[in-house]
C-alpha cells in the first residue's frame, strides 16, 4: 500500500494576492497540496472544529478522518517521518 501525505494550506482571512505570494514563496505545491481560501465564517468553523489556536497549525488526519492529537510540526521533515513511521 502506498502511503500519502496530504497537505491541506487554509488562508486565516489574507487578501488572494498575499496568498497566492506565500504560496509561492514557500513553494506550498504539487499533487498532494490542496488550497482554500474560505469565506470567513467557513474559515471559523473549520478552525473550531480543529481546535486551532494559532498560526501555523499542524495536525494529521488518518484516513478514516480521525483527527489525531499528536504534537506535529511539518516544517520537521525528519521528526515527522519519525512520527508517522510511529503512527502507521
Do not use: C
Not at 505545491?29 to 465564517?41: A, F, I, K, L, Q
Not at 483527527?67 to 503512527?87: C, G, H, P, S, T
Request: aromatic letters at 6%.
Amino acid at each position: 500500500m502506498r502511503k500519502t501525505m496530504i497537505t491541506l494550506l487554509l488562508a486565516n482571512n489574507s487578501p488572494n494576492k498575499d496568498w497566492e505570494n506565500v504560496i509561492k514563496m514557500y513553494e506550498v505545491t504539487g499533487d498532494n497540496v490542496v488550497h482554500y481560501n474560505m469565506p470567513s465564517e467557513q474559515q471559523s468553523a473549520i478552525e473550531h472544529f480543529l481546535k486551532v489556536t494559532g498560526f501555523p497549525t499542524y495536525k494529521l488526519i488518518d484516513r478514516d478522518g480521525n483527527i489525531l492529537d499528536i504534537d506535529v510540526d511539518a516544517r520537521d521533515l525528519e521528526k515527522l517521518a519519525r512520527l508517522l513511521e510511529q503512527i502507521k
